[in-house]
């Protein structure tokens, strides 16, 4: 099973989030989330007054997949999120060791 | 059975009175109703400016430690400066002694604490009409109470509380109801050099812009200003603030004719589109200078236009107020913006800014837009080169009186209890330390 980490641009939560239930995913966690990479910050002027905030506003989303989905559900995000300029975020896949459903007790890619 | 008798009483008393009323040969002037009740209307339409329309416009400017404080001060302030007016300062401002010689050109005396005064006594208007003086008496009531408020503006996120307590009552009494008199009242300074202030300009925003600038150096800078950041924490609520001076602002411009009359009904079509023009230009100007059009550039210009247009609202036509609109938002932005920053004094929300810088700009500018061929009512029986003297004139003079006299006051308060909060308190806001409560929980 795999642990995937995904942050992307807020605008484009909805187009990814329909692509990956095209593929069967069946569940996600949203967060909206800060941070900054190249795209570094915006600048928020207040009667001429200007404030460089170095954060910008992103989604992160974190899904479990068992090991034959994962692979594309990176592709999917990765096609779907892309606008081709900078800031379009970065996907991370982690090894899950476990996963288990708390109504059921259910362990494992049954969980999912 | 008694009461039919108290009846009876009253009815006999009402015709021993109206017998030597009749046989008068002049009978005393008598308000008209429709005119009473457009000023009582006005008053409320001040009142509502400060409570709550500058409440929200300088409470969404301030970070939200400071929310409650800005307010608090503000409505306290109000509270107190309509107290005062009613024992001292309407007597100080427009009482009934007027005195002979230079006194008489600074303030007048008599009718403390309202004496002479009852539900019949009248006010003279700029016509044979008058109003009733309890009326005349509230509407200048609320005038005084918005002039105090708005200098809080510029030293807002750092002022005790009891400061502002102390500070309010010295400062009305030196500086605010002298400049009334002088402005205003028959006799004084600047009414007799024929200086033209329709509504206020130099007595309530050169007054407070440059009584707030003179605070804000005694003050000294926020902690941490300019370098850390202090955005606004509710555009929104400055917004809604904005909205509600601008419609207060009629009962301010078209109730300082005094009548529900035409030059009410100039004042208020100017204060209409002069508003619009300086609303708008702030965001040109935004433009212009390589920025996007903003909430709070439209919500400076409205404010930057409704300062300018306030002396000229009755002595201008509509064109005239919207020129000066628009030259009043281009200039405040330049002080807010530029002049600010290069200088690095900490006028907090721009009360100088804004407010100062409008209304010298409005001051000087009625004086051009005054005259008939801008569309004035003015009949050019004043050369422009001398009424644009006279206007600078009462510019100048409100400038020096009142860095003078909040010097004495700021100081007087400095030297006593002190102006400025704790550096701990001031860091953790002054809601929590100054009044024990926070805006949002």
């Not at chain 2, 300009?201 to 440059?210: D, E, L, P, R, S």
Request: proline content about 3%; aromatic content about 10%.
């Amino acid at each position: 099973m795999k642990f995937i980490i995904a942050v992307i641009k807020p605008f484009k939560l909805d187009e990814v989030r329909e692509a990956l239930g095209a593929i069967g995913v069946a569940g996600m966690t949203v967060t909206e989330v800060k941070g900054f990479g190249r795209q570094k910050g915006q600048t928020e002027i207040y009667r001429g007054a200007e404030y460089s905030t170095n954060m910008l506003p992103k989604v992160k989303l974190e899904i479990a997949a068992s090991d034959e989905v994962a692979e594309q559900v990176v592709e999917t995000i990765q096609q779907t999120a892309n606008t081709g300029s900078i800031g379009d975020g970065k996907i991370f896949v982690f090894d899950l060791a476990s996963a288990t459903r708390i109504r059921t007790g259910e362990s494992g890619e049954t969980a999912l | 059975m008694t009461r039919d008798l108290v009846k009876l009483a009253g009815l006999g008393m009402a015709a021993l009175l109206a017998a030597p009323a009749l046989a008068a040969p002049v009978a005393p002037p008598v308000p008209n109703p429709g005119n009473n009740a457009w000023m009582m209307t006005s008053t409320l339409l001040v009142l509502m400016m400060i409570l709550p329309g500058l409440m929200l416009f300088y409470g969404g400017l301030t970070r939200s430690k400071n929310m409650l404080s800005t307010m608090t001060q503000i409505g306290a302030t109000a509270s107190l400066a309509m107290l005062i007016w009613v024992m001292w300062g309407y007597s100080l401002a427009f009482g009934d002694t007027t005195y002979e010689g230079t006194l008489g050109l600074f303030v007048s005396g008599g009718s403390y604490f309202l004496a002479g005064s009852d539900a019949s006594s009248t006010a003279a208007t700029f016509t044979d009409e008058v109003i009733s003086k309890y009326v005349f008496i509230s509407f200048q009531m609320t005038f005084a109470a918005i002039t105090a408020s708005l200098i809080l503006g510029a030293t807002a996120e750092r002022m005790k509380f009891s400061a502002v307590m102390m500070f309010v009552p010295i400062w009305l009494t030196i500086v605010y109801f002298p400049i009334a008199h002088m402005v205003w009242a028959g006799g004084g300074l600047l009414f007799e050099d024929g200086a033209l202030d329709f509504a206020g300009g130099t007595v309530v925003h050169i007054n407070a812009g440059v009584s707030g600038l003179v605070l804000a150096f005694l003050l000294g800078k926020r902690r941490g200003w300019p370098n850390e950041p202090m955005p606004p924490h509710s555009l929104t609520l400055t917004m809604v603030g904005t909205g509600l001076l601008w419609v207060g602002w009629f009962g301010f411009n078209a109730g300082s004719a005094l009548e529900a009359d035409g030059s009410a009904g100039l004042a208020m079509i100017n204060t209409f589109v002069a508003t619009a023009a300086g609303a708008l230009a702030w965001m040109v100007v935004e433009r212009a200078a390589g920025h996007k059009g903003s909430a709070l550039g439209f919500c400076s210009g409205v404010i930057a236009g409704l300062v300018a247009v306030t002396p000229a609202a009755g002595n201008s036509g509509p064109f005239g107020a919207i020129l000066l609109g628009i030259i009043s938002s281009v200039i405040c932005y330049f002080f807010v913006a530029k002049v600010k920053a290069k200088f690095g004094y900490d006028d907090s929300l721009d009360a100088f800014g804004i407010h100062g810088v409008g209304g010298i700009v409005g001051a000087i500018g009625t004086g051009v837009v005054y005259q008939p061929f801008l569309g004035g009512p003015g009949d050019g029986s004043v050369a422009l080169a001398e009424q644009l003297w006279v206007q600078i004139f009462s510019v100048l003079v409100t400038i020096g009186w009142a860095t003078a006299g909040t010097l004495i006051a700021g100081f007087a308060v400095k030297a006593t209890i002190g102006l400025r909060v704790h550096e701990e308190d001031e860091v953790n806001g002054l809601d929590i330390s100054e009044h024990g409560e926070r805006a949002y929980n």
